[in-house]
């Protein structure tokens, strides 16, 4: 089985594509970087295929449509390519052109996440999390998952832990991994936010006799980063502090922390995040920063639901430190998400059908 993935160089997107075919052996993986020329022309391109995306094209046409659209090294990599069975993309900018490609290649179209404004009716296969179709009608091309497909599983994640504890010289303690995202429309972090996580992680540190593992993220504000870069970087409780696009003598500095960690802090802004540190069998607090009266977006029920589950906790910065130690003693088994492996078999159904 040949799939063919189509990224557009945005890392939360490709990781759910790479997450699917990594724990796909049975497949042959080809990876295609999709850019345009402008962003109106994407934008028009999604627009039309909403559209007509029903009618079928005649292949000068498709073949029109992409090279109107996209660079001349883009265009040129996709007519280079001969077969495929799988096109599988992530995000909304690639979804058009997973579709004309599918039809050029005769392969079946998979999407993950509901493109906008495209939507997933003329698709073989759409790839859900549960913010996109709780409440809604099954649709018989619809893979409903809890959150989002990822690499992370808690038998890799175990597998590294003693190799990275050896590799770094770590000391025998416990480890608090916390994971930064940024600020939305919905979510803020700020200063005050800095300040108030520097003094819990400094506490815990000390009163509990655990390390504390950061990394923040590219959406992170710099003046957040600042503060707790001159914080908490150079102690010693602080072995890991990981900057995005900052050299690091780890192959994989963010799934390091997550091996690394007994205990995980995700900020709730990062849905993706979130899934990842929610598959990894850890202990996982989602922790969020914005105010108390503020609108919550649609994953905030899927926090609910994972809590139900027991497969994350929910707190804000004032109950942390009481969540971390609830999270160190606790002997209630996590439930990790097992979104990839369901991915993979609505795949794989799909392709047994023909």
Same mark, same amino acid.
């Given at each position: $089985? ?8 945005? /890392? #939360? ?6 997450? @699917?075919?990594? *724990? ?28 007509? #995306? ?80 709780? #409440? ?15 690499? @992370?599983? /808690? +038998?890799?994640?175990? $597998? ?5 504890? =050896? ?10 991994? @916390? ?29 509990? +006799? ?41 192959? +994989? /500095? ?7 960690? +007994? ?9 993706? $995040?979130?899934?990842?540190?929610? =598959? =990894? ?16 977006? *649609? ?19 004032? *109950?942390?430190?009481?969540? @971390?130690?609830?999270?160190?003693? =606790?002997?209630?088994?996590?439930? /990790? ?18």
């Amino acid at each position: $089985m040949k799939v063919v993935i189509l990224s557009d160089n945005k /890392p #939360g997107h490709y990781k759910q594509s790479l997450g @699917i075919v990594e *724990k796909m052996s049975e497949c042959q993986t080809e990876w295609l970087t999709v850019e345009f020329r402008q962003k109106w022309r994407d934008n028009l391109l999604r627009v039309f295929m909403c559209i007509f #995306g029903s009618i079928p094209f005649p292949t000068s046409l498709i073949h029109t449509l992409l090279r109107w659209s996209l660079t001349p090294e883009s265009y040129s990599a996709l007519t280079d390519l001969q077969t495929a069975d799988i096109i599988l993309s992530t995000g909304s900018s690639v979804a058009g052109v997973n579709l004309l490609l599918g039809r050029i290649l005769e392969a079946k179209t998979v999407t993950c996440r509901k493109p906008s404004p495209l939507g997933t009716r003329y698709f073989d296969l759409a790839i859900l999390p549960m913010f996109s179709w709780q #409440g809604k009608r099954h649709k018989d091309n619809v893979c409903q998952t809890v959150g989002v497909p990822n690499s @992370i599983s /808690p +038998d890799t994640l175990n $597998m590294e832990q003693q190799r990275l504890i =050896s590799a770094l010289n770590l000391s025998d303690c416990p480890r608090i991994g @916390i994971l930064l995202g940024g600020t939305d429309q919905h979510e803020t972090i700020t200063t005050a936010d800095a300040e108030q996580l520097s003094e819990i992680c400094e506490a815990v540190a000390t009163e509990m +006799d655990t390390q504390i593992l950061v990394t923040t993220s590219r959406r992170t504000p710099t003046e957040v980063t600042a503060y707790l870069t001159s914080t908490l970087k150079h102690n010693e409780w602080c072995p890991l502090f990981i900057e995005p696009d900052t050299p690091s003598e780890l192959e +994989d /500095p963010y799934q390091a922390i997550l091996a690394l960690s +007994d205990v995980l802090i995700v900020t709730a802004d990062s849905f993706t $995040m979130v899934c990842e540190a929610a =598959s =990894s069998g850890r202990p996982v607090i989602v922790l969020t920063l914005s105010g108390e009266n503020t609108k919550k977006p *649609k994953r905030y029920n899927v926090y609910a639901y994972m809590e139900q589950q027991t497969v994350v906790r929910q707190c804000r910065l004032d *109950k942390l430190k009481q969540h @971390i130690a609830e999270g160190l003693t =606790s002997r209630v088994p996590n439930t /990790p998400l097992q979104d990839t492996e369901v991915a993979i078999q609505a795949i794989r159904c799909l392709m047994d059908e023909d």
